[in-house]
């Protein structure tokens, strides 16, 4: 029987030599890397107009939110919080394409995103039913508010660590728009007669949605960011298509459509949480921090 041949002396010195090759390749990529973020423009400490305008309006809405659930008018309050999340969506792009960063806009746009994304909510929660189940009602909503202000301070402290594919947990105006649609469409379908069951009625459900959003801000379960979608990049006409006929269906009963993307949106985290988990693969960014340690160890051990 054949034995199998053992690799030569020089097979193995070509092998040593390749694996030197790539960590030196590694290593300058990385050096090239440290340079790029080196020369690449910090945020100004300047304070912009075009893109703080975005940010105050999103704030007003937060503001206008609570001043309407106070007064009873939730419907408005509702709609006040889906503005906001337009408005916060347009500030940091407007920011990026028209290259006026900032170190206060930074500041600024988390601030009003706790007030839109997380004390608004909340309150409109519970102004519009949780009141009635005492205790366990003020609970639910600070669990919600507390989830978003924790879910805004990681974010900002692991700006440039996690992948930008995915976020760490579900985003804060996610979590507002599963809260605020409740509240449109029962409002909505109210007054359309198509249910009769009254915010009271609903208490318990809106406890636990109200729960489970304040909850999965501060899990690990990744939800797709988008922020790899480039808007400078041309598109073909089926895109486009897709994106009138998404309008469209939206526009066709914008309380349910809205409430039902954001409740599956809501729900797709921890499928893929469940998918990776089954197929054996870490989350995004462990897999992240776990090629940097090989990349790490590779060098040393070429050193």
Request: glycine share 6%; charged share 20%.
């Amino acid at each position: 029987m054949d034995q199998p041949r053992r690799p030569g002396f020089r097979s193995i010195r070509a092998l040593r030599e390749a694996a030197r090759e790539a960590a030196r390749e590694r290593r300058v990529a990385r050096e090239l890397l440290a340079q790029a973020r080196r020369e690449q423009p910090r945020p100004s400490r300047g304070i912009y107009l075009l893109p703080n305008a975005f940010t105050t309006a999103a704030l007003f809405c937060g503001f206008y939110a609570i001043v309407q659930s106070m007064n009873q008018r939730f419907e408005a309050a509702a709609i006040a919080i889906f503005i906001a999340m337009v408005l916060d969506g347009l500030d940091g792009r407007v920011a990026r394409l028209t290259n006026t960063q900032s170190a206060f806009g930074e500041q600024y746009d988390s601030l009003s995103d706790m007030v839109s994304f997380g004390a608004a909510p909340a309150l409109v929660m519970y102004e519009w039913t949780l009141r009635g189940l005492g205790k366990w009602g003020w609970i639910a909503a600070f669990v919600y508010c507390a989830g978003a202000a924790l879910r805004l301070a990681r974010f900002n402290a692991n700006i440039g660590v996690v992948d930008k594919r995915y976020f760490q947990g579900l985003p804060s105006p996610a979590a507002a728009a599963l809260i605020a649609g409740l509240v449109w469409i029962v409002t909505d379908l109210r007054e359309t007669k198509w249910i009769t069951a009254s915010p009271q009625d609903l208490a318990w459900a809106a406890w636990l949605l109200t729960v489970y959003a304040g909850v999965t801000m501060v899990s690990n379960a990744p939800f797709y960011s988008g922020k790899e979608v480039n808007l400078k990049k041309s598109v073909s006409f089926i895109f486009l298509l897709a994106l009138v006929l998404m309008f469209v269906v939206v526009s066709s009963d914008p309380p349910v459509v809205l409430f039902s993307l954001f409740l599956l949106y809501g729900l797709s985290g921890y499928a893929v949480w469940f998918l990776r988990w089954r197929s054996g693969r870490e989350l995004p960014w462990k897999e992240a921090a776990a090629a940097q340690d090989r990349s790490d160890h590779d060098e040393r051990q070429s050193n």
